[in-house]
DNA sequence: ACAAAAGTGTTGTTCATACACCCATGG
DNA sequence: CCATGGGTGTATGAACAACACTTTTGT
């Protein structure tokens, strides 16, 4: 493989990624587990992951398990950092990169989630996990707040149109707290980023809540005006 | 080597360690580089660095490459994230973990890094590296300007005793810009952070300015109160 | 008519910015 | 006494937090 170095440095190499994914229905924010195929610990609840093959950018390692596990492609994707302790798989030395993303739960393709026995569980509900897999969905959950309020996640996690309401249940599933909706909605309409359509969500109250869409155009513009956010 | 997995995965893993000192006498900040001693791209300007042994933590693999450089222990090191482009390096498939350090140039072992052949160049002076090295910096710079406004990195850079001045031209030689003094004068003495003592370096005035000291325990206090800071 | 959620404005505080003069001292 | 860098205060606008009532409409 290489003409230059030599066989002695040669690690396992794994991505793992921490899905989530928000259900408007429950407003419950999730993430996406599978029970490990690999020995050891095989059939224990884990992030969703695979190694790394020898002719694969980790970032294409990263799409193809977001792939082979939702059937969804071209999703929001970010690396966290790298796992790299010594003996943090019991079986072997593996070194994993986390990689983090933001689905719409409507999209994914259930019977390819069905197929590997993934499962959805609520944030707040997650189960013992293998490794350090519970550690690295608290290190990225601590991300996603720490990003939630300049970056315009919203529009990774919720359908094409979404009122309001909805996308402050969302925030408030991310920090775990309620959040003031007078303040939210201003600061929220503030970025001129969401577009008011002019029918109504009715299925949550009589009054109905007006949809929003998300408005690429603009959001492409700050971003070449420089606007930064460092994820 | 393991148990349970195949010898199909493995990959070469490096760490690389962007190292920043700040220069009180020429008010340069200044990162360390090297000439690359493994074949292909050998005798090149690179980041210091090294691949990382078996039974070697990712960090202590860091904490090493450090070491060995810079005759120091016990440094601010942080991760940044894990470069893993198939096509990164010509001689064969190598992730590297980036890590960012910032140490006080006095305290290095001038021989140590003598003898290596390594070298400081001032930020803006940097020279065509290796790979993607110059990326790297890049990011970590990105990321020292985000994390400046926020955490107490003077402490890493300056030596025991400082002045306001002195500090001044750090956070101005990181942001490359001029900043108003008297503000951030205010800004750093708020944080109740700086202790001032009652002698005075007069290396650089007539009037003299007073040294101050980190206060160690009252940030250790804010930390334990949950001050969190995300590097 | 009423229950239930959607929608709306004002005020106080805090923080970042802009800006100009006096002070202490060695030469 | 004067040149040099050290040190100080105030005013303005922006962003955030706290807080309560009116609107709509299906039942």
Chains 1, 2 share one sequence.
Not at 61 to 74: N, S, W
Request: hydrophobic share 40%; with cysteine.
């Amino acid at each position: 493989m290489s003409q230059f170095y030599t066989q002695e440095d040669l690690l396992h190499v794994a991505v793992d990624c921490a899905v989530f994914g928000y259900d408007t229905s429950d407003g419950q924010l999730k993430v996406l587990l599978f029970k490990r195929k690999v020995k050891p610990l095989s059939n224990r609840w884990s992030l969703v992951g695979s190694f790394v093959q020898k002719n694969e950018d980790l970032r294409d390692a990263a799409i193809r398990v977001l792939h082979d596990f939702t059937g969804l492609e071209d999703v929001f994707l970010k690396q966290l950092r790298c796992y790299g302790k010594v003996k943090r798989d019991p079986g072997g030395r593996v070194i994993s990169i986390l990689y983090w993303s933001l689905i719409k739960l409507e999209e994914q393709k259930q019977h390819v989630v069905n197929s590997h026995g993934a499962k959805w569980y609520n944030i707040d509900d997650v189960p013992k996990l293998v490794l350090d897999h519970n550690d690295m969905i608290r290190e990225v959950l601590l991300k996603i707040r720490r990003i939630a309020m300049t970056a315009p996640i919203g529009k990774e996690l919720l359908p094409e149109f979404f009122t309001i309401p909805q996308l402050l249940q969302l925030y408030q599933a991310i920090y775990q707290r309620e959040l003031d909706d007078r303040n939210f909605r201003k600061k929220i309409l503030s970025t001129s980023l969401l577009i008011k359509q002019n029918h109504k969500d009715k299925s949550s109250s009589k009054k109905g809540a007006f949809y929003y869409k998300f408005d690429h155009n603009k959001y492409s513009e700050l971003l070449d005006k420089g606007y930064h956010i460092d994820f």
